[in-house]
């Protein structure tokens, strides 16, 4: 299976591999347009900050692409942020995708929300044999707020979108990767969606 985590100015991506070869996928780590065109899942992880991570996918031509594909594709912490309309977070217009916002946590939050915590109203593929209220693990500053393409949220101080949906886009705030073994199993949902099916 050709798997493509999309390079970018982000941390994190060597996670998402290592899992990736746990279950016996070989992501191919990338930022060449065309690679990620043809692969049959694209995956968008990351961890960092949203405006220099939206000026480089807008340097090579990747804002554009992502929105265009029509594979399964899978955005997981900044790349869920990545996908919603804006980020708080240097006043950044991001890839719209889903049809919400991302905020920063009140100031008098502890931030980041660090750790484990639960997911609940969980629905749609990625879930399949996911027990309600499990828990994943979190590591951000930045939210999005919940709205009809939510497939999970969280509470933390105030409820927010742990997991949207749209169509052939799929993104979770949590990280599947380092969530043990049911991180693991929400990957592999994630690798068994076919083209066209979502």
Same mark, same amino acid.
Request: hydrophobic share 40%; aromatic share 8%; net charge negative.
């Given at each position: 299976? #050709?798997?493509? !985590? %999309?390079?970018?100015?982000? @941390?994190?991506?060597? &996670?998402?591999?290592?899992? *990736?070869?746990?279950? $016996?996928?070989?992501?191919?780590?990338?930022?060449?347009?065309?690679?990620?065109?043809? #692969?049959?899942? !694209? %995956?968008?992880?990351?961890? @960092?900050?949203?405006? &220099?991570?939206?000026?480089? *996918?807008?340097?090579? $031509?990747?804002?554009?692409?992502?929105?265009?594909?029509?594979?399964?594709?899978?955005?997981?912490?900044?790349?869920?942020?990545?996908?919603?309309?804006?980020?708080?977070?240097?006043?950044?217009?991001?890839?719209?995708?889903?049809?919400?916002?991302?905020?920063?946590?009140?100031?008098?939050?502890?931030?980041?929300?660090?750790?484990?915590?639960?997911?609940?109203?969980?629905?749609?593929?990625?879930?399949?044999?996911?027990?309600?209220?499990?828990?994943?693990?979190?590591?951000?500053?930045?939210?999005?707020?919940?709205?009809?393409?939510?497939?999970?949220?969280?509470?933390?101080?105030?409820?927010?979108?742990?997991?949207?949906?749209?169509?052939?886009?799929?993104?979770?705030?949590?990280?599947?990767?380092?969530?043990?073994?049911?991180?693991?199993?929400?990957?592999?949902?994630?690798?068994?969606?076919?083209?066209?099916?979502?």
């Amino acid at each position: 299976m #050709a798997v493509a !985590v %999309i390079k970018y100015n982000a @941390g994190n991506i060597r &996670s998402v591999t290592i899992a *990736l070869e746990r279950l $016996g996928v070989r992501g191919t780590v990338t930022d060449d347009p065309e690679t990620i065109r043809k #692969a049959e899942k !694209v %995956i968008f992880p990351g961890v @960092g900050e949203a405006s &220099s991570a939206m000026a480089y *996918l807008r340097s090579r $031509g990747l804002d554009t692409l992502i929105r265009s594909l029509e594979q399964p594709v899978l955005g997981i912490c900044l790349g869920l942020q990545l996908m919603c309309r804006r980020s708080e977070e240097g006043d950044t217009d991001c890839l719209g995708i889903f049809d919400t916002d991302v905020t920063l946590f009140p100031a008098e939050d502890k931030v980041p929300h660090m750790g484990w915590n639960t997911v609940t109203q969980l629905r749609g593929p990625l879930f399949e044999g996911i027990p309600e209220a499990s828990f994943m693990y979190f590591v951000h500053s930045y939210a999005a707020a919940r709205c009809s393409q939510s497939t999970a949220q969280t509470d933390y101080i105030r409820p927010f979108a742990s997991a949207l949906q749209k169509d052939n886009f799929f993104a979770l705030q949590f990280h599947p990767e380092k969530s043990g073994e049911l991180g693991q199993r929400i990957l592999k949902n994630f690798l068994m969606l076919e083209k066209g099916a979502v």
